[in-house]
């Protein structure tokens, strides 16, 4: 990001703290005038990722409706659905796999999570 005008990076900063802090209807907002729906910070992570692992599943669930890639990977090779089922967020769980997410995408995937901490009830069988 270091091309980008300070203002640019700035928003984009905000964008991400709205994904955290489960602020839909704000990031909703910028959605609709124009951000990108993949934006990614430094690691990779997207404000759906964020907004899985920080357990919001209602912005989730709008993001995944917007077009938001549900399995998109983060510089560590981790997908949404296994954050989620990592953090134990059963609601956004089942958001993301209403939304399409690959329980196998990742590494770890979200089924191989599933199995390390015992959850195979989040998933469903393969």
Not at 12 to 40: C, V
Not at 66 to 77: I, P, S, Y
Not at 90 to 97: C, I
């Amino acid at each position: 990001m270091s091309d980008l005008p300070d203002a640019a990076i700035e928003l984009a900063h905000q964008l991400f703290d709205m994904a955290r802090e489960g602020r839909g209807e704000q990031l909703g907002a910028y959605l609709d005038a124009g951000a990108p729906i993949d934006l990614t910070d430094p690691s990779g992570n997207t404000l759906l990722m964020l907004a899985a692992y920080h357990g919001h599943a209602g912005l989730v669930s709008d993001l995944a409706r917007r077009g938001a890639d549900v399995d998109a990977l983060n510089d560590r090779g981790q997908a949404p659905l296994a954050g989620a089922v990592f953090k134990g967020e059963d609601e956004v769980v089942a958001a993301l796999l209403e939304g399409g997410a690959d329980p196998d995408a990742g590494q770890p995937s979200a089924r191989a999570t599933a199995q390390m901490f015992d959850r195979p009830d989040l998933l469903p069988p393969a």
